[in-house]
């Protein structure tokens, strides 16, 4: 069964200061791993697809990399915009083509 | 991107009532999902919608309490039924484009069943 665990639930940063979200994945095979951003009242918003270990994604102020076991979402000089929910999700190369999401993790940048 | 209208955003319902959920799509999409999102939770599929034919649901989720139409390829919609209090969360209407592997989302549909 595929698992997908994101640590920490929580996260609170100062303005400017960096971090990273940290999602552990269990797939029998690795089709893709997306991370999307969910804001209060709105549905999850896309930001990256990584496939391969050692892939690497920017956007702004965050990049996504991709190991055989884990996928980091480091955030740079975080602003209070950048507060949300990030999730994780993995799809796996056989059978079901329903993507495994992980419970998130919120946010918060203080200015 | 997709553009995905959701309907209602928000309502509070009676136990016993049922409350349909309106997905309409700017454009026609081959796949169409609902999920839940309860508080603390990962997001859950309920179901897969068809076009032309019956809802495929998952493991927990029975058509009779979670009823889904699929008249068209840019619509659908998600009845709960019978509610009660732990029905309340979140629904996503979710919509994937043939050959574009990523979701796209719905606003949301907050219901709470008091």
């Known amino acids: 069964e595929d698992q997908v665990t994101q640590s920490p639930e929580a996260l609170r940063l100062q303005e400017g200061e960096s971090s990273s979200l940290n999602c552990s994945y269990t797939?029998?095979?690795?089709?893709?791993l997306f991370w999307y951003r969910q804001d209060p009242g709105k549905g999850p918003e896309f930001l990256f697809t990584?496939?391969?270990a050692g892939e690497e994604k920017e956007k702004e102020r965050l990049k996504a990399t991709l190991t055989k076991k884990e996928s980091f979402l480091h955030i740079t000089a975080p602003k209070p915009e950048d507060s949300a929910t990030y999730l994780c999700?993995?799809?796996?190369?056989?059978?079901?083509?329903?993507?495994?999401f992980g419970r998130g993790t919120s946010l918060i940048v203080h200015p | 991107s997709a553009v995905i209208s959701q309907k209602p955003s928000r309502d509070i319902c009676q136990r016993g009532t049922s409350l349909t959920i309106q997905c309409q799509v700017d454009?026609?999409?081959?796949?169409m999902f609902w999920y839940r999102q309860q508080p603390g939770q990962s997001l859950t599929l309920i179901a897969t919608?068809?076009?032309?034919?019956?809802?495929?649901?998952e493991s927990g989720f029975v058509i009779d309490k979670f009823p889904i139409s699929r008249p068209n390829l840019t619509f659908s919609t998600l009845t709960v039924s019978n509610m009660s209090p732990e029905d309340s969360s979140i629904y996503l209407c979710?919509?994937?484009?043939?050959?574009?592997?990523?979701?796209?989302f719905g606003s949301g549909t907050q219901l709470s069943v008091l």
């Open positions: 454009s026609q999409v081959t796949m």
């Open positions: 797939v029998s095979g690795l089709r893709g």
């Open positions: 999700a993995v799809r796996a190369s056989g059978g079901s083509y329903i993507p495994t």
């Open positions: 979710s919509v994937e484009r043939q050959g574009i592997e990523k979701l796209f």
């Open positions: 990584l496939y391969s």
């Open positions: 919608a068809n076009q032309g034919s019956e809802a495929t649901y």
